[in-house]
């Protein structure tokens, strides 16, 4: 059994997307987090070192989104959830990358990609 944390409405600025504006303006991207893993061990120690440490993960994701722009939004959500299995003990990410500007011509509200990601196992 796992527990899970939430994080959500992470704001970046990114410069992704198959446009050539969009690389070279950038846009807003909002990053939603569900982590699973075992709190228990925090809980018992109420120790920072014995949990992941949400405030250095938001870092984490926060500059990924901002390094090295990509043209796809599935490449960014995957690149997120990486960031987030880093931490062994983290058995699994669920990453929501809205791009609530993306260029399209109709009346929306948001786009957004939601991926779930498993740690690995021995190979």
């Known amino acids: 059994m796992t527990d899970e944390l939430f994080i959500s409405g992470i704001e970046c600025f990114g410069h992704h997307g198959v446009f050539e504006f969009e690389k070279r303006e950038g846009q807003p991207f909002v990053i939603d987090l569900a982590l ?4 228990a061990p925090a809980a018992a ?3 920072l070192r014995d949990t ?27 690149r997120i959830a990486d960031v987030c299995l880093l931490d062994a003990r983290v058995e699994w990410a669920r990453v929501t990358v809205h791009k609530p500007d993306a260029p399209i011509e109709a009346t929306f509200s948001d786009v957004a990609l939601t991926i779930t990601r498993k740690r690995r196992g021995p190979q």
């Open 36 to 39: 699973g893993f075992d709190t």
């Open 45 to 47: 120690s109420d120790d």
């Open 52 to 78: 992941v440490d949400y405030g250095s993960l938001v870092l984490s994701v926060k500059a990924a989104v901002e390094k090295d722009p990509v043209d796809l939004i599935e490449t960014l959500v995957q």
